[in-house]
């Protein structure tokens, strides 16, 4: 079909599976395109995240050609079952041209409605870049919005009036901010200023399409980056409104950046060293509980912030259980950020007490302790860790691995301490645990012959006192944590 005067042509590297399966709709007559992700990925060389294929056939006309189809959408996207055993080019998404309909609701159009014009589906699509259909049999190229000098120019620009295509669907607006921090694009001024005056519209997106796109804002090369835009253009606090308290905060003379950007430039050095999502969350919070922390120390002459860990542990989980993350993933980053001060000060990391801090994390997680620590570090625009310290954390840690640091690396079990004479009850964790507590003071300890002894003499200890020893260590920190908050909520009046 001739959509210009003289036809564009081009030659992308499109996979021969790919490529079959639009050769069989045009085959049978059809017309058939490659358009969105895939046509632009391949433009600059990006290996392509999923293939679509738009189409003047209906669902049933794609469904009838292929042998292997699956169809369980009201977008009239059939997914096409390729040759290849690549899993990445498995499933081709066809999609028949499909018109702009209806918003009221900004996130789903009303009704879905198809075309039979590649026009009007291209005219629907969110950005120029995205908005290119490409035919790899006869090299065709169909690029009705600029796409191609967009990429050219590294822009992300709305296709057609942006104030109307963010009011359309809001969830576009970070869209844009998402795939300029992938593919390292700007987004255009009236883009961007179209962005500013819907942000508001955000609040309508589903909080599950919000986390998806802000993990894929965390996981790309340049996070920061695509913060700061969104914080500029109004849109931050519609994703992670309590990050912009830390605008403004000043914190004390060790830091030469407020709380806000503290926490960018940790998140980014997370990113740099391309560390999981879970230390690029516990990167970009560690600190949020900071700007309710804060109090003057007339003492020192500086800004104090005791206990921002624990509220800030308290605030991640509010914010990340919010945004429907998996309860995994807030166990693992609340956790970190409950004890990231734990490697900050050398003299109190001592073996007994980084075996505590490994009962606490968990031994999977310890690394990812020591990963935010240097976050934190480089974040505060300081020199970097000395080297030598950092080893030495990990050989103490290594070598605290090799020590019981759980009840279920005792020497002795509930069962055996039952047979020496203590009742099934409560009784029998409790002693577990006053057990552990001397072990992870003195592994030594852990020998069934010393653990037998010492819980026959706690078999005859009274209740207050076996709990004492026993939950020791834990009510001691839940006592810290819950003093902390209460004093910090009654002087903020947080919740
Ligand atoms: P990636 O696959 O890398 O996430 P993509 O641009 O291909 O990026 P998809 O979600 O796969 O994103 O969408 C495929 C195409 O569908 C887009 O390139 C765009 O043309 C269109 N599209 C997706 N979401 C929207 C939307 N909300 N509004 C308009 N068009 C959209
Ligand atoms: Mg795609």
Request: aromatic share 6%; glycine share 6%; hydrophobic share 40%.
């Amino acid at each position: 079909m001739d959509y210009n005067s003289a036809m564009e042509t081009a030659q992308l590297a499109v996979p021969p599976a790919i490529k079959q399966v639009g050769e069989t709709l045009k085959k049978a007559g059809f017309e058939s395109y490659l358009v969105g992700g895939c046509v632009r990925d391949l433009m600059i060389s990006r290996e392509p995240k999923d293939w679509d294929i738009t189409t003047n056939a209906t669902p049933e006309e794609i469904q009838d050609l292929f042998v292997e189809t699956f169809y369980e959408n009201t977008y009239g996207t059939v997914g096409v079952v390729t040759e290849s055993e690549d899993p990445r080019l498995k499933v081709v998404e066809v999609t028949p041209y499909r018109v702009e309909s209806a918003y009221s609701n900004a996130r789903h159009p009303d009704e879905v409605r198809f075309s039979k014009k590649l026009t009007d589906d291209l005219k629907r699509r969110d950005f120029t870049i995205n908005a290119i259909a490409y035919d790899p049999g006869s090299g065709e190229l169909v690029d009705l919005h600029n796409g191609r000098e967009d990429i050219k120019r590294r822009v992300i620009t709305a296709v057609g009036n942006p104030h109307e295509r963010f009011e359309e669907d809001a969830l576009r607006m970070l869209r844009a901010i998402r795939l300029a921090a992938e593919l390292d694009f700007a987004i255009e001024a009236q883009t961007a200023s179209g962005i500013a005056a819907n942000a508001p519209q955000l609040a309508k997106i589903s909080k599950e399409r919000i986390r998806d796109e802000l993990t894929r804002i965390l996981m790309s090369p340049r996070p920061m980056q695509a913060i700061y835009v969104a914080q500029k253009l109004s849109v931050l606090r519609y994703v992670l409104p309590r990050l912009e308290d830390g605008i403004g905060c000043d914190q004390n003379q060790a830091h030469s950046y407020d709380v806000f950007e503290h926490l960018l430039r940790a998140l980014q050095c997370a990113a740099d060293k391309e560390w999981p999502l879970e230390v690029r969350l516990a990167a970009l919070l560690h600190d949020v509980g900071k700007p309710a922390a804060r109090q003057w120390s007339e003492e020192k002459n500086d800004w104090t912030f005791h206990g921002h860990e624990v509220i800030g542990a308290r605030m991640a989980r509010e914010i990340l259980f919010d945004l429907k993350f998996p309860k995994e993933i807030i166990e693992r980053v609340t956790s970190l950020i409950r004890w990231h001060m734990f490697f900050s000060d050398p003299d109190t990391v001592t073996l007994s007490a980084v075996r505590r801090i490994i009962s606490n994390v968990g031994k999977d997680h310890i690394k990812e302790l020591l990963d935010l620590r240097i976050c934190d570090r480089v974040g505060t625009g300081r020199p970097k860790e000395q080297p030598f310290r950092l080893r030495k954390y990990m050989s103490m840690v290594d070598e605290a691995l090799r020590d019981p640091i759980s009840v279920g690396m005792l020497k002795i079990d509930g069962l055996k301490v039952m047979e020496l004479g203590q009742k099934a009850g409560p009784r029998v964790g409790w002693i577990l645990h006053a057990l552990l507590e001397e072990v992870l003071d003195e592994p030594k300890k852990n020998t069934p012959e010393y653990l037998e002894k010492r819980a026959t003499e706690m078999i005859e200890m009274s209740d207050d006192d076996l709990k004492k020893i026993g939950e020791e260590g834990k009510e001691r920190k839940i006592e810290e944590d819950g003093a902390a908050i209460q004093k910090l909520r009654a002087k903020h009046h947080v919740s």
